[in-house]
């Protein structure tokens, strides 16, 4: 497995935590080629938001799997916290995601084998840490689930599995948290609360944050707005927008 190191040279300006550079993706099938996106270049500095749009199929979700080095560019690369993704095999990619790499989904992805405690102390067993109980249930008590360590996401509302998914992924203090319309699965209230709580955790630890949504109102709540329309992207970055 490849090594990889994020060490600055002395004196150097720090690097985006991400950059974006010059990624095409295209899928060839039996009707011809279908460019997803096309010359993306964006770089984002720590703590900085931003919120990706567009249309449904418009390859969203594509460009996060991307940044996360889940999928791989036709062309191009992503350097997170100053390491080429692509260019290290995929044992390095995963074990620097389990490193920097917080991830909320629409669905949750909870284990339904497991209590909400046992699916945040997960990613913290993974890396070895002999707090991870505790840490786990300090996390889920911040979310306001304190009360629900030892319940099944079975029984839990959509709320709460939401709520147990963004403990688990703030558990590990990423660098980076990429989320894929984590309120899709939710009524506006239920939506609005968990948003809320996010933002306030992407504060409170200084995470870079990643969100791709829909909702218009989401996005403006970020610094910066990428929408992407046939593969391409333009940015709208409001400066009056503090830092979430």
Same mark, same amino acid.
């Given at each position: 497995?490849?090594?990889?190191?994020?060490?600055?040279?002395?004196?150097?300006?720090?690097?985006?935590?991400?950059?974006?550079?010059?990624?095409?993706?295209? *899928?060839?099938?039996?009707?011809?080629?279908?460019?997803?996106?096309?010359?993306?270049?964006?770089?984002?500095?720590?703590?900085?938001?931003?919120?990706?749009?567009?249309?449904?199929?418009?390859?969203?979700?594509?460009?996060?799997?991307?940044?996360?080095?889940?999928?791989?560019?036709?062309?191009?690369?992503?350097?997170?916290?100053?390491?080429?993704?692509?260019?290290?095999?995929?044992?390095?990619?995963?074990?620097?995601?389990?490193?920097?790499?917080?991830?909320?989904?629409?669905?949750?992805?909870?284990?339904?084998?497991?209590?909400?405690?046992?699916?945040?102390?997960?990613?913290?067993?993974?890396?070895?840490?002999?707090?991870?109980?505790?840490?786990?249930?300090?996390?889920?008590? $911040?979310?306001?689930?304190?009360?629900?360590?030892?319940?099944?996401?079975?029984?839990?509302?959509?709320?709460?599995?939401?709520?147990?998914?963004?403990? $688990?992924?703030?558990?590990?203090?990423?660098? *980076?948290?990429?989320?894929?319309?984590?309120?899709?699965?939710?009524?506006?209230?239920?939506?609005?609360?968990?948003?809320?709580?996010?933002?306030?955790?992407?504060?409170?630890?200084?995470?870079?944050?990643?969100?791709?949504?829909?909702?218009?109102?989401?996005?403006?709540?970020?610094? $910066?707005?990428?929408?992407?329309?046939?593969?391409?992207?333009?940015?709208?970055?409001?400066?009056?927008?503090?830092?979430?």
């Amino acid at each position: 497995m490849t090594d990889l190191s994020t060490e600055p040279a002395p004196g150097a300006a720090p690097a985006p935590i991400i950059a974006v550079e010059h990624v095409f993706k295209s *899928v060839t099938d039996s009707t011809g080629t279908l460019d997803i996106l096309r010359d993306i270049d964006f770089a984002l500095a720590a703590r900085e938001t931003v919120a990706i749009v567009g249309a449904s199929g418009s390859g969203k979700s594509t460009l996060l799997s991307i940044i996360a080095g889940l999928d791989t560019p036709t062309r191009g690369t992503v350097r997170l916290a100053g390491q080429d993704l692509f260019a290290v095999d995929e044992d390095a990619r995963a074990a620097w995601r389990a490193r920097q790499v917080g991830f909320v989904f629409q669905s949750f992805q909870l284990l339904g084998n497991l209590t909400a405690l046992e699916n945040v102390m997960l990613p913290l067993e993974l890396a070895g840490r002999k707090d991870a109980r505790a840490q786990a249930a300090e996390m889920l008590a $911040r979310v306001g689930l304190g009360q629900r360590l030892r319940h099944y996401p079975k029984v839990l509302s959509g709320g709460e599995q939401q709520r147990v998914a963004l403990a $688990r992924a703030f558990v590990v203090r990423p660098a *980076v948290l990429l989320a894929d319309e984590p309120t899709g699965s939710l009524d506006f209230a239920t939506g609005a609360t968990v948003m809320e709580l996010m933002f306030e955790l992407n504060r409170e630890l200084g995470t870079t944050l990643v969100l791709v949504t829909h909702d218009l109102a989401i996005a403006a709540r970020c610094q $910066r707005r990428l929408t992407i329309d046939a593969g391409r992207v333009t940015e709208d970055r409001d400066e009056r927008v503090e830092a979430l």
